[in-house]
C-alpha cells in the first residue's frame, strides 16, 4: 500500500496497523513487524476514517453519513449510527467512541458496545477549516483541532461541551490529525510544512522530521509519472 491509497491509520494496542484504503474500500490489517495480516472488507462508500479498540473497528464513512462498528476478526457489521452531514473524525477511548462533524459543529459520544448516543457536544468552531480531528484525552476531555484552518486552532472541551481551552499554534500552523503516545505526549501533524508537533499545555513545539518530508516527496513524484 502506498501512501496516496491511505486514508486513514490507528494502532491498538497490540500494535498491530489498521489502515482505510478508499481505492479498494477495504481495512488492511499489518502486523508491528510490517507484514500484511488480512484484509477486511469495509463497507464504506469511499472514506473512511478509522478507530480500533481489542474488540472491534470503527469507521467514519464519510460519504455515507454514519459510523459503523465492525467485528475485529471477521468484518461483520455489529452496529450503525446515523445523524451526520460529514463524520471526518473519530477516536476510541474507555468504552466510548468521539465522533465530530464539523459541518454540523459538533461531537457526538457513543456506547462502543452497541452505538447509543451517549451525548453531543457543540463545537464553537471559528473561522475557515476544511474539516475537524478529534482526540479523547481519557480525563473527561477533548482535543480537537480544525484541520487545514488559517486559524490554526486547537480546542479544549469537556464531555459535557464546556470550551476548556483554546490553544493556537505558530504562524502557519495547519493541523491535518492528532495522537497520543504511550507516555501521554500530544503529537500535531502538519503536512503543508512536513512536520510534527508537541502540545505541551499552551504551547505547540515544532519538531521537523526530514524522513516524513521524504515520504510525501516521493509520493507526489509518483503521481506527477
Not at 470503527?58 to 460529514?86: H, P
Given at each position: 500500500?502506498?501512501?496516496?491509497?491511505?486514508?486513514?491509520?490507528?494502532?491498538?494496542?497490540?500494535?498491530?496497523?489498521?489502515?482505510?484504503?478508499?481505492?479498494?474500500?477495504?481495512i488492511?490489517i499489518?502486523s508491528?513487524?510490517?507484514?500484511l495480516?488480512?484484509?477486511?472488507?469495509?463497507?464504506?462508500k469511499e472514506n473512511a476514517?478509522?478507530?480500533?479498540?481489542n474488540?472491534r473497528?470503527y469507521?467514519?464513512?464519510?460519504?455515507?453519513n454514519?459510523?459503523?462498528?465492525l467485528d475485529?476478526?471477521d468484518?461483520?457489521i455489529?452496529?450503525?449510527n446515523?445523524?451526520y452531514l460529514v463524520p471526518?473524525s473519530?477516536d476510541?477511548?474507555?468504552d466510548i467512541v468521539f465522533?465530530?462533524?464539523k459541518d454540523?459543529?459538533?461531537?457526538?459520544?457513543l456506547?462502543s458496545?452497541d452505538?447509543n448516543?451517549i451525548n453531543?457536544v457543540k463545537l464553537?468552531l471559528?473561522?475557515y477549516?476544511?474539516?475537524?480531528?478529534?482526540?479523547?484525552l481519557g480525563n473527561s476531555?477533548i482535543?480537537?483541532?480544525?484541520?487545514y484552518?488559517r486559524?490554526?486552532?486547537?480546542q479544549?472541551?469537556?464531555?459535557?461541551?464546556?470550551?476548556?481551552q483554546?490553544?493556537?499554534?505558530?504562524?502557519?500552523f495547519?493541523p491535518?490529525?492528532?495522537?497520543?503516545t504511550s507516555?501521554g505526549d500530544i503529537?500535531?501533524?502538519?503536512d503543508?510544512?512536513?512536520?510534527l508537533?508537541?502540545?505541551?499545555?499552551?504551547?505547540?513545539?515544532p519538531l521537523?522530521?526530514s524522513?516524513?518530508k521524504n515520504?510525501?516527496e516521493?509520493d507526489?513524484?509518483k503521481k506527477?509519472?
Amino acid at each position: 500500500v502506498s501512501p496516496g491509497d491511505v486514508m486513514d491509520i490507528a494502532v491498538n494496542s497490540s500494535g498491530n496497523i489498521y489502515l482505510t484504503d478508499p481505492k479498494t474500500r477495504e481495512i488492511h490489517i499489518y502486523s508491528p513487524a510490517g507484514e500484511l495480516v488480512r484484509k477486511l472488507q469495509g463497507h464504506f462508500k469511499e472514506n473512511a476514517k478509522i478507530a480500533v479498540d481489542n474488540k472491534r473497528i470503527y469507521l467514519a464513512d464519510m460519504q455515507g453519513n454514519r459510523i459503523l462498528a465492525l467485528d475485529s476478526e471477521d468484518g461483520n457489521i455489529l452496529w450503525t449510527n446515523t445523524g451526520y452531514l460529514v463524520p471526518d473524525s473519530l477516536d476510541v477511548k474507555n468504552d466510548i467512541v468521539f465522533v465530530s462533524d464539523k459541518d454540523k459543529q459538533f461531537v457526538r459520544l457513543l456506547s462502543s458496545g452497541d452505538g447509543n448516543v451517549i451525548n453531543d457536544v457543540k463545537l464553537g468552531l471559528s473561522g475557515y477549516t476544511y474539516g475537524s480531528t478529534i482526540l479523547s484525552l481519557g480525563n473527561s476531555e477533548i482535543l480537537l483541532a480544525q484541520t487545514y484552518s488559517r486559524d490554526g486552532l486547537l480546542q479544549k472541551y469537556s464531555f459535557s461541551g464546556n470550551l476548556i481551552q483554546t490553544i493556537r499554534g505558530p504562524y502557519g500552523f495547519s493541523p491535518a490529525d492528532l495522537a497520543i503516545t504511550s507516555t501521554g505526549d500530544i503529537v500535531v501533524s502538519d503536512d503543508s510544512n512536513y512536520s510534527l508537533y508537541y502540545v505541551k499545555d499552551s504551547l505547540v513545539t515544532p519538531l521537523q522530521s526530514s524522513h516524513l518530508k521524504n515520504l510525501f516527496e516521493n509520493d507526489r513524484k509518483k503521481k506527477m509519472h
